[in-house]
Every structure is written in structure tokens, then in C-alpha cells.
């Protein structure tokens, strides 16, 4: 079983910057690739970035891409968000997920990859 809390989430204006931080627990995070996603009101969850469990390969939405980084500290068991130039419309709750893989490399992208969720953190970006 893996544990994920997020934090960080809050009220900023456009073109703001924010930091999401997952800090997971349980087993061996090493062997866990992570994701963000996020849900809009009305809207269906979505990705928004990813990243392998050796933290060397990611990927993004297109809505997100240049903007956004994801990045993780296996030393801490936490993986981030790093969110610049914030938009309205990248207001939403976020989720931080996990999932086990025996891949290194492996960037999963799709919401049935992920076993764990945390509970979301709100990010509200006014304009």
C-alpha cells in the first residue's frame, strides 16, 4: 500500500507561479512512476504531467507543456509540480498518483495505470 498526500495548493493571479509537493509513503517509492491530474468543474480528470520512477523521463500535457515541470526527490519520497504562468483555466483540483512498475523508464499516462490517489489540493488562478 502507498500513502500519497498533496499540499500546496491555493488562490494566485494570473501568470503566478505555485509548487504542488506529493509526499507518498508505504513501499518503496523507487519503484513507483507518479503522476499529476487535475478535474475542472464540470470536466472529466485529465493528466497533466508525468514522470518514470528513475525521475528521467516525463511527459506533459499539451495544454501544459513550457509551463509546467514535474520533478521527484526519491531521497524525500515527494514529487512536485512546479506551475508557472498560471492561467484561468488551469484552475482545478489536483491529484497526485502512483503506480508500481518493474520499468525504470516506464511514463504512465492514463488514468487505470494509477493504483494510489491522493485527495486533491485546489488551485484557483484568478484573472
Known amino acids: 500500500q502507498v500513502q500519497v498526500v498533496e499540499t500546496g495548493g491555493g488562490l494566485v493571479q494570473s501568470g503566478g507561479s505555485l509548487r504542488l509537493s506529493c509526499a507518498a509513503s508505504g513501499r518503496t517509492f523507487s519503484n513507483y512512476y507518479m503522476g499529476w491530474f487535475r478535474q475542472a468543474p464540470g470536466k472529466e480528470r485529465e493528466l497533466v504531467a508525468a514522470?518514470?520512477?528513475?525521475?528521467?523521463?516525463?511527459d506533459y500535457s499539451d495544454s501544459v507543456k513550457g509551463r509546467f515541470t514535474i520533478s521527484r526527490d526519491s531521497a524525500e519520497n515527494t514529487v512536485y509540480l512546479q506551475m508557472s504562468n498560471l492561467k484561468p483555466e488551469d484552475t482545478a483540483v489536483y491529484y497526485c498518483?502512483?503506480?508500481?512498475?518493474?520499468?525504470?523508464?516506464?511514463?504512465?499516462?492514463?488514468?487505470?495505470?494509477?493504483?494510489?490517489w491522493g485527495q486533491g489540493t485546489q488551485v484557483t488562478v484568478s484573472s
Open positions: 514522470i518514470s520512477w528513475n525521475g528521467l523521463n516525463t
Open positions: 498518483a502512483a503506480g508500481y512498475s518493474a520499468a525504470a523508464r516506464w511514463v504512465a499516462t492514463f488514468e487505470v495505470e494509477y493504483e494510489y
